[in-house]
C-alpha cells in the first residue's frame, strides 16, 4: 500500500506560481513513478506530468515549459513546480503512483491516488 498527502494549493494570480508537493509513504518510494494530473469543473481528468524512479520526466504539452516535476527519494516526495500560471491551469491537482516501469501519461497505469489539492488561478 502507498499513501499520498497533496499540498501546497491555493489562489493564485496569472502570472503567479505555485509548488505542489506530494507526500508518500507505505513502500519503497524510490522505486515507484509518480504522476501528476489535473481535472478542471465539468473535464476529464488529464495528465500533467511524471516522472521516473530514474529521474526521468514527460510532461503535457500543455504545462511544458512552464511546470517542473522533480522528486526527493530522501523526504519521499514530488513535487510540481508550476510558474507563469494560466487561469486555464485552475483545478484539481492529483498525485499519483505507479509502481513499477516507465513513466505513463494514462491515468489507468497508476496504482495509488491521493485525494487533491485545488489551485485556483484568477485573471
Known amino acids: 500500500q502507498v499513501q499520498l498527502v497533496e499540498s501546497g494549493g491555493g489562489l493564485v494570480q496569472a502570472g503567479g506560481s505555485l509548488r505542489l508537493s506530494c507526500a508518500a509513504s507505505?513502500?519503497?518510494?524510490?522505486?515507484?513513478?509518480m504522476g501528476w494530473f489535473r481535472q478542471a469543473p465539468g473535464k476529464e481528468r488529464e495528465f500533467v506530468a511524471a516522472i521516473r524512479s530514474s529521474g526521468s520526466t514527460r510532461y503535457a504539452d500543455s504545462v511544458k515549459g512552464r511546470f517542473t516535476i522533480s522528486r526527493d527519494n530522501a523526504k519521499n516526495t514530488v513535487y510540481l513546480q508550476m510558474d507563469s500560471l494560466k487561469p486555464e491551469d485552475t483545478a484539481l491537482y492529483f498525485c499519483?503512483?505507479?509502481?513499477?516501469?516507465?513513466?505513463?501519461?494514462?491515468?489507468?497505469?497508476?496504482?495509488?491516488w491521493g485525494q487533491g489539492t485545488q489551485v485556483t488561478v484568477s485573471s
Open positions: 499519483a503512483a505507479k509502481i513499477g516501469g516507465a513513466v505513463s501519461q494514462q491515468e489507468s497505469h497508476y496504482d495509488y
Open positions: 507505505g513502500r519503497t518510494f524510490s522505486s515507484t513513478s
